[in-house]
């Protein structure tokens, strides 16, 4: 399972350790993803480090056109995608993937979580 996140620049470990102890651990996620950009932000990558998650980064321009569940008015608005986190898990995930959990939102507002589970 793979784990798409999408996040604000203000984001806290915090905030990623609230949406793994709701969603990741129940689908045991080892994999999280996220843009090229975002990728190496400093809460996403020390969140990373101190739960062994090996991160995917996925090209923005890689994201256009993906398909998704949700619908999100800012991913539309500031990155032109209908739900980052989703499209991010799907990607990452590849061909065939199937998303088991749809956006969630961390309890700060700071940060989105997907899963998708690939074949």
């Known amino acids: 399972m793979i784990a798409g996140f999408g996040f604000q620049k203000s ?5 990623f350790n609230d ?4 969603f ?23 969140f990373a480090r101190k739960n062994n998650f090996k991160i995917i980064s996925i090209s923005h ?4 056109g993906v398909k998704t569940i949700t619908q999100s008015d800012k ?3 500031y990155k032109d995608i ?3 986190c989703e499209a991010v898990a799907l990607i990452a995930a590849g061909e ?12 700060d507002r700071l940060a989105t979580i997907a899963i998708a589970e690939y074949k």
């Open 11 to 15: 984001v806290t470990e915090r905030s």
């Open 19 to 22: 949406l793994k102890n709701k």
């Open 24 to 46: 990741m651990l129940k689908y045991n996620v080892s994999l999280v993803a996220t843009t090229s950009e975002k990728s190496k932000t400093k809460a996403f990558v020390n």
């Open 61 to 64: 321009k890689d994201l256009t």
């Open 75 to 77: 991913s539309k608005k």
């Open 82 to 84: 209908d739900c980052f």
């Open 96 to 107: 065939n993937a199937k998303i088991i959990q749809k956006r969630e939102i961390s309890y």
